[in-house]
């Protein structure tokens, strides 16, 4: 339904790291090698990053292609950070929300994106609304199945869970409330990514103490990147990667969903 990027490492601008690459997310609008559901990515964009000395991030979003947008080729050749979150977008609904349903979503700090899709939307996720205050809902971005997941993170960022058990809690109370759904999440704050394998390709790529990428494919044909096995959480910093196993809710119980898994270091 997308494909997305997020990355952490030296100084690049955003065109060597998006359009660049032999297969960067730029080709990967209209020629994913690897994505599982639909074929092009035509129905908006977005990009997010990190300027030096600020911790709050810029967005730039568009309803229409990349490929399209003179403007972002400019942008991307001069604007350059240490740190960003972008995606491409395979609408469920084309032309719902405009740019405003184009990841990355973002609060505070914060940048996120949604690949995959939740079946039954809006009414599969009903039995959700109710964790989330008035407030919450009345700031949905958009009005889409990832805006909703969105906020129900960020709800859990704002009690005090950390990136990778918002995520990880999320996916699991998601898929049990709507089963067959696909929940690949990717989440930064600048300084670590957090990121979740459950229905569609993800892939990694870590040099520690240089760069960390990870992306629903490889951007190029670097033997160092590893793909991510389904439902995986993944937490990055610029010096490691972790990969932890999602307990596969067929066999969990609703008091497994509600637990953290256990952390199993990836070498």
Not at 117 to 143: F, I, K, M, Y
Not at 187 to 203: V, Y
Request: charged share 20%; glycine share 6%; proline share 9%.
């Amino acid at each position: 339904m997308c494909r997305h990027l997020a990355y952490l490492g030296p100084e690049e601008p955003l065109g060597r790291l998006l359009v660049e690459p032999p297969h960067g997310l730029y080709r990967q609008s209209w020629a994913p090698r690897r994505q599982k559901h639909g074929t092009v990515n035509a129905d908006g964009f977005g990009v997010g990053w990190y300027a030096p000395d600020d911790p709050v991030p810029a967005r730039y979003r568009r309803a229409g292609p990349i490929w399209a947008d003179l403007s972002f080729a400019d942008l991307a050749r001069v604007v350059r950070t240490r740190a960003l979150l972008a995606a491409v977008r395979d609408a469920t609904l084309a032309g719902a929300d405009a740019e405003a349903a184009a990841a990355p979503f973002a609060t505070g700090t914060w940048l996120f994106s949604h690949n995959g899709a939740v079946p039954g939307w809006p009414e599969s996720l009903a039995p959700l609304a109710p964790t989330l205050s008035p407030a919450d809902l009345l700031s949905l971005e958009a009005r889409n199945d990832s805006a909703l997941v969105w906020a129900l993170v960020l709800a859990r960022l704002r009690a005090g869970d950390d990136e990778g058990e918002a995520l990880a809690a999320t996916v699991l109370e998601v898929a049990a409330a709507a089963p067959g759904s696909r929940l690949n999440l990717l989440l930064t704050n600048g300084e670590t990514i957090a990121a979740t394998a459950w229905g569609d390709t993800l892939w990694y790529l870590s040099e520690p103490g240089r760069r960390t990428v990870v992306a629903s494919e490889p951007y190029d044909d670097d033997p160092l990147w590893q793909e991510v096995p389904d439902h995986t959480l993944l937490t990055a910093s610029r010096a490691d990667v972790l990969l932890t196993p999602l307990k596969d809710l067929s066999e969990a119980t609703s008091e497994d969903a509600a637990s953290t898994p256990s952390e199993e270091p990836r070498t």
